[in-house]
């Protein structure tokens, strides 16, 4: 995410930017700091006076990351998003974000509540998804195992063990 900001200021020629090796500052006042919950998940319970907090990749989050992460973003109108491409049903974040909301999901592509607005966003809905990750993934839809080609493409949950003998779209 940081390397895709700082060429977008960039690209744009945006001004007022000061970039440093952790964080963005603005002239205006606005900051944007790049933490790692992976390696220092208690990192977080510093931070103060934000009201914004993005995850990429949010699947790979712990259950600690994840219940100190929360308590943290608390400024009144303070948002937490998360972007996740799902790995098992199983892991803190599906449990969290997915799971309970599965069935709408599966119905309507979105849940939202007075808490959360969950949305299942998927190649298809990208405007600039180029032909040669199309040829890809349409390879991909022909010589991989059902499951597997569900899980790139379409977002399903990892769940088949690997080797095993009964494949998990029987």
């Known amino acids: 995410v940081y390397a895709i900001l700082v060429a977008a ?8 930017f000061n970039i440093q090796a952790g964080s963005i500052f603005h002239t205006n006042g606005g900051e944007i700091k790049f933490k790692g919950l992976a390696r220092n998940p208690h990192s977080m319970k510093s931070l103060h006076g934000f009201n914004l907090c993005f995850v990429e990749e949010a699947q790979t989050m712990s259950e600690q990351s994840l219940k100190l992460l929360t308590p943290t973003i608390r400024e009144e109108g303070s948002q937490l998003l998360f972007a996740a491409n799902p790995q ?4 803190a974040f599906s449990q969290r974000f997915i799971v309970p ?4 999901l599966d119905r309507d592509d ?9 949305f299942f966003v998927n190649y298809d809905c990208n405007p600039w998804f180029p032909k040669e990750l199309d040829n890809d993934r349409l390879w991909d839809f022909d010589n991989l195992p059902r ?7 379409l977002g399903a949950f990892n769940d088949s063990v690997e080797n095993s ?6």
């Open 101 to 104: 909301f599965q069935a709408e």
């Open 9 to 16: 200021i960039d690209e744009m020629k945006l001004t007022g």
């Open 110 to 118: 979105k849940h939202q509540d007075d808490l959360h607005d969950v």
């Open 88 to 91: 098992s049903s199983a892991d």
């Open 165 to 170: 003998i009964i494949q998990s779209e029987w």
């Open 147 to 153: 499951a597997q080609y569900d899980h790139i493409w």
